[in-house]
């Protein structure tokens, strides 16, 4: 059993500024790729940064510049800074990770999701 638990979010203006967390906990053998996705209000939900866990890094072209995805392997614990945040940053942020339970068995695991909301 894995869980992954999401904070940091709540209401914010426009130019703000924003640290969300994941904590990933539960049997954990290895953390591989980790993600953060965001769905916004009456749209789909979309990736917004990824980070592999060979430490290459993918932000979609809109927060480029403002967002920061890392990792604390230590802790077990994934991180989103977002600077400069905008009222279109406004949606509910989900943290994704693959893990591993064993060397042969791995699964894609989702948080419950943390609101972030930009006002202007």
């Known amino acids: 059993q894995v869980k992954l638990a999401e904070s940091g979010g709540g209401p914010v203006q426009a130019g703000g500024s924003l640290r969300l967390s994941c904590v990933i906990s539960?049997?954990?053998?290895?953390?591989?790729?980790v993600s953060w996705y965001r769905r916004a209000p009456g749209k789909q939900r979309e990736l917004v940064a990824s980070l592999s866990s060979g430490g290459m890094v993918n932000y979609i072209e809109s927060v480029k510049g403002r967002f920061t995805i890392s990792r604390a392997n230590a802790k077990n614990t994934v991180f989103l800074a977002m600077n400069t945040l905008k009222p279109g940053d406004t949606a509910v942020y989900f943290c994704?990770?693959?893990?591993?339970?064993?060397?042969?068995?791995?699964?894609?695991?989702w948080g419950h999701g943390t609101q972030v909301s930009v006002s202007s």
């Open positions: 539960g049997d954990i053998y290895k953390i591989n790729d």
């Open positions: 994704n990770a693959v893990v591993q339970m064993s060397p042969n068995y791995k699964y894609n695991y």
